[in-house]
């Protein structure tokens, strides 16, 4: 798939509305930021950037359909774990060695050894350990969503991912109308990504059963996002706006109708590939460190100076990570991941093996 520019403003767009909530609202709110108070009138807005996070949930969606075509069960292993794994363990033991000097245990930031080789894994709950950092709860998705596409081309499916990827939301729809239990991928977060994948289809080949899941995708979308709204903290006796949140999603879904467009897809900007480039390691580092530091610094006299502090070192430490692990580092990740992940994947479907072992895919999503 060509390059899409505007679609790596989205990913840093993302970042930094997470960024965002976690810096001026939640921190403050879940007692992980101490120091300082909530800003009037701003936390009120910040309050609704976790909602980047579905966001991400259906960029990924996007991608991955278009990254999963032409491509062995071996080949898109390894181009997902040169993407998700570096990157994270890199986080993880910066994220960790911040910890041991300026973690607080009431606060939750603090971690010890077994907690932090878990979270190696990506999924430290397996083994009973709580997150590094709470932001990581979302890469299990990730994980399980690339689980699901590698097992569709382990199997030889690969052709039928398109219309498993139509009939998707509309299995979803089924499970929710019905009120059966809720499986994995049949619900939830999930429904993010089913959106994403029915827009990429519908990129791919526009016709109606395309155009069906892309409708059904924003429904589910919408019921997800709403019933969350319980669980979620409010401010001094400030509510989330179920309307505001419904509003928002439908600009996720707007978005990637104009992304579809010729007039998206054409789009030149400047500074695109470093903004997609940084959107991960922004993601992955900023929430502890950035709480940590704020909990060490700011006062509410000096939160604003303090603020732009902490966010242009979680900028330059995310450009040093991406420069240092995923581009000079990156021929090593590929190397590594192919002679291993690669030949494991290869003997369990044999065809398209030497494919695999000769092509290092640095595929950036």
């Known amino acids: 798939m060509k390059r899409l520019e505007l679609l790596d403003y989205a990913r840093l767009s993302a970042a930094l509305c997470v960024l965002c909530f976690h810096y001026l609202y939640n921190g403050i709110e879940n007692g992980k930021v101490t120091s300082i108070d909530h800003i009037p009138g701003i936390s009120e807005w910040a309050m609704y950037g976790y909602l980047g996070v579905p966001f991400f949930f259906m960029i990924s969606g996007y991608v991955i359909f278009f990254s999963a075509q032409g491509r062995s069960a071996a080949e898109f292993a390894v181009s997902r774990a040169i993407r998700l794994f570096p990157a994270f363990w890199a986080a993880v033991l910066l994220t960790s060695l911040v910890a041991v000097f300026w973690g607080v245990r009431s606060a939750g930031t603090s971690v010890h050894p077994a907690q932090v080789l878990a979270n190696l894994t990506m999924v430290p709950r397996v083994a009973g350990e709580k997150y590094v950092d709470g932001v990581y709860w979302s890469l299990e998705f990730e994980l399980a969503f690339y689980l699901l596409v590698f097992l569709f081309l382990l199997s030889g499916w690969r052709n039928h991912l398109e219309r498993a990827f139509l009939l998707w939301p509309a299995m ?33 080949r526009a016709s109606m059963s395309a155009s069906m899941a892309v409708a059904v995708s924003a429904i589910l979308c919408i019921e997800t996002a709403l019933a969350k709204l319980p669980i979620l903290p409010a401010n001094d006796g400030i509510q989330y706006s179920r309307q505001v949140i419904v ?9 990637f109708l104009f992304l579809n467009s010729g007039k998206g897809a054409s789009l030149h900007l400047r500074g695109s590939r470093l903004a997609g480039n940084l959107s991960y390691p922004i993601y992955l580092l900023h929430a502890h460190i950035g ?7 700011a006062t509410n006299e000096n939160r604003i100076v303090t603020y732009f502090g902490v966010l242009i070192a979680v900028l330059f430490a995310a450009w040093a990570l ?20 690669g030949r494991v994947v290869a003997t369990l479907r044999p065809d398209g093996a030497q494919r695999t072992l000769a092509v290092g895919d640095p595929t950036r999503h």
């Open 172 to 204: 979803m729809l089924v499970v929710l109308l019905a009120d059966l239990p809720k499986l994995l991928f049949f619900g939830g977060q999930f429904t993010f990504f089913a959106a994403g994948a029915a827009f990429a289809v519908l990129k791919r």
């Open 247 to 255: 509003m928002v999603i439908l600009s996720f879904f707007a978005f």
């Open 291 to 297: 709480y940590m530091a704020l909990s060490r610094f």
């Open 322 to 341: 991406h420069r240092v692990v995923e581009v000079w580092c990156g021929p090593l990740w590929r190397a590594l991941f192919t002679k291993s992940l």
